[in-house]
């Protein structure tokens, strides 16, 4: 059993900073995948950046050029950083965990899943 704890959430203007953290605890996380996933009012949750366990990275195109992901080997840490943020990025952010190597953003493929964070974008 993955556990998935994030921070970092809060709220901008638009074109401010974000960093968002994800800790990882469990067993063989050197063979899980792990990425960001968001939610907004009304929307299905949609992917935003993978990290595979082999340390590929894949991002969205809404988000491409903007965020970056990365991660802290021995804390076990994910990160995702956010820059220039704008109204349409606002959502509940979640760390998702997938066993294997896998860059891909279908949710039915998560095994786990974080609490969620919120973030906020304001015009």
């Known amino acids: 059993q993955v556990h998935l704890l994030e921070s970092g959430g809060g709220s901008t203007l638009a074109g401010g900073s974000l960093r968002l953290s994800c800790t990882a605890s469990?067993?063989?996380?050197?063979?899980?995948?792990m990425g960001w996933f968001r939610q907004a009012p009304g929307k299905e949750r949609e992917g935003v950046a993978m990290?595979?366990?082999?340390?590929?990275?894949s991002y969205s195109n809404s988000v491409k050029g903007r965020f970056t992901i990365s991660k802290d080997g021995p804390s076990n840490t994910l990160y995702l950083q956010m820059n220039n943020l704008q109204p349409e990025d606002a959502a509940m952010y979640y760390c998702?965990?997938?066993?294997?190597?896998?860059?891909?953003?279908?949710?039915?493929?998560?095994?786990?899943w974080g609490q969620g964070t919120q973030v906020i974008v304001s015009s």
């Open positions: 998702a965990a997938t066993s294997g190597w896998s860059l891909s953003f279908t949710t039915a493929l998560v095994d786990y």
């Open positions: 990290m595979a366990s082999g340390g590929q990275t």
């Open positions: 469990g067993p063989a996380l050197d063979r899980v995948s």
